[in-house]
C-alpha cells in the first residue's frame, strides 16, 4: 500500500502543480482586465452599490432603484467582498477567475484520481481543462461562470463519489 500512497501523492501534486500553471496562464489572459460584457456592468454596479451600504441593487437611468434580480447574485457579492478589503473591482474579478479555476480544475482533478484509481486520470483532467478554449474563455471574463464552474465541479465530484460508493463523502 505504501507504493500505491506514493503513486497517489504524486498525482496530487501533479495536478495542484497543473492547477498553479494554469492559474498563471488566467492571470496572464487578464492581464489588461477581463472582458467583460453588458452583464458585467450590472455585476459591477451592484458590487459597488454593496460594498457602499446601499444593498444589492442597480440605479436606472431614471434614477429608480432596482434590486438585482435578473442576474446570479453571488458574483456581485464576491466582488463586492474584495472592494471592501480594498480590491478594485477588476482585480477582484482576476482572483475569482483565478480562484474559480484552481477550484474546479483541482476538484475534477483529485476527486476523478480518487474515484478512478488512476493517477494520471488528476492531472490528464486539469491539463485538458486548461488548454480548452472552450472551458479557458469564460474564465477569462468578469461574468458569473467562473464561480459557477468551480460549484459544478465540487457538484460533479460529490455526486460521482456518492455513485460509486452509495454514501455522501
Known amino acids: 500500500r505504501e507504493e500505491g ?8 501534486v501533479a495536478t495542484l502543480a ?3 500553471v494554469g492559474s498563471v496562464a ?3 489572459g487578464t492581464n489588461w482586465g477581463p ?12 458590487a459597488n452599490n454593496l460594498a457602499s451600504g ?3 441593487v442597480l440605479v436606472r437611468a431614471s434614477g429608480a432603484v432596482r434590486p438585482l434580480s435578473f442576474r446570479p447574485p453571488l458574483y456581485p457579492v464576491l466582488l ?3 472592494n471592501r478589503v480594498g480590491l478594485d473591482l477588476l482585480v477582484g474579478a482576476r482572483i475569482i477567475d483565478v480562484a474559480s479555476f484552481v477550484v474546479f480544475a483541482g476538484a475534477l482533478g483529485i476527486g476523478l484520481s480518487f474515484i478512478t484509481k488512476e493517477a494520471v486520470a ?11 478554449a472552450t472551458i479557458v474563455h469564460p474564465l477569462l471574463g468578469a461574468m458569473s ?14 455526486l460521482l463519489s456518492y455513485i460509486q460508493s452509495g454514501r455522501i463523502p
Open 54 to 56: 446601499k444593498g444589492l
Open 80 to 82: 463586492a467582498l474584495g
Open 35 to 46: 472582458w467583460a460584457g453588458s452583464d458585467s456592468v450590472e455585476y459591477f454596479e451592484a
Open 5 to 12: 500512497l506514493m503513486q497517489d501523492r504524486g498525482s496530487y
Open 145 to 158: 461562470e467562473p464561480p459557477f464552474f468551480a460549484f459544478a465541479g465540487i457538484a460533479l465530484v460529490l
Open 26 to 28: 488566467i492571470l496572464y
Open 122 to 132: 488528476g492531472p490528464a483532467v486539469v491539463l485538458l481543462l486548461a488548454t480548452s
Open 18 to 20: 497543473l492547477c498553479a
